[in-house]
Nanobody
């Protein structure tokens, strides 16, 4: 059974940084492409960033490009989302997801989801 557990969320001022982590268990490292999604207050869940199984390919939503960086350490079965220059609009619950695809993109339907971690950016 694949399990994904996010951590690293919290309250930060606009312009600040946070790093989210997603620890995975229950599968062989690099078996799945991974991604981060988020759901803000009153909004639908949206794609944030995706990374291929090997970590060599990444993709980002336009709204976070240049500010967020996704990475993975397959030896530790952990995926990261480094978030810099945070804005109040980045306030959301952030979810880690795993999918049996070459790379997670906006239209991917992940097979597995974490429980989410809250990120709040104050102005």
């Amino acid at each position: 059974q694949v399990q994904l557990v996010e951590s690293g969320g919290g309250l930060v001022q606009a312009g600040g940084s946070l790093r989210l982590s997603c620890a995975a268990s229950g599968y062989t490292s690099s078996s799945y492409a991974m991604g981060w999604f988020r759901q803000g207050p009153g909004k639908e869940r949206e794609f944030v960033a995706g990374i291929s199984r090997s970590g060599h390919m990444t993709t980002y939503a336009d709204s976070v490009k240049g500010r967020f960086t996704i990475s993975r350490d397959n030896a530790k079965k952990t995926v990261y989302l480094q978030m810099n220059s945070l804005k109040p609009d980045d306030t959301a619950v952030y979810y880690c997801a795993a999918a049996d695809v070459p790379i997670v993109i906006a239209t991917t339907k992940p097979h597995y989801w974490g429980q989410g971690t809250q990120v709040t950016v104050s102005s």
